[in-house]
């Protein structure tokens, strides 16, 4: 049992570093592209819970997945981003809400459609040409 808390420590440790790394080396498109990406694994992740009835790991994807919204927030240059930025921050601070209803109402529903959401985003944002990024 100690051998296998020591490697579960070890292979914590190598993936934090290894995403410390990854991060340091991203440009900023980049890392908002990974925080999407992350913000989808958490709801699926969430989706999953729920449908095992395991609603603790359901409250954990969520929190992760708020988390990370707020940080797609803290991200938006809302001083030269126009428009845009403020439709993004709505959009984001929407998803926001339906999460804690999600939560709070174990939906499916609801996750699925913040899932549609961020996808449309993440479409949109993926597809920006180079030269722009």
Known sequence: MA??????RYANQY????????VEDSSPHALIQMLMGGFLMQVNAAKGA?????????????????SIIGGLIDGIDLENGGTIADNLTRL??????????ASAEN?????EEVSDLMRS???AWDAIPEEYR
Do not use: C, P, W
Request: cysteine-free; aromatic content about 8%.
């Open 121 to 123: 985003v993440k479409e």
């Open 107 to 111: 939906s499916l529903e609801i996750l």
């Open 50 to 66: 729920i449908t095992r009835g395991n609603f603790q790991d359901k409250s954990i994807h969520i929190s992760r997945a708020i």
């Open 3 to 8: 051998a296998v808390m020591n490697n579960r």
């Open 15 to 22: 993936a934090s570093v290894h995403t410390e790394s990854i």
């Open 92 to 101: 984001y601070e929407y998803i926001n809400a339906k999460l804690f209803q």
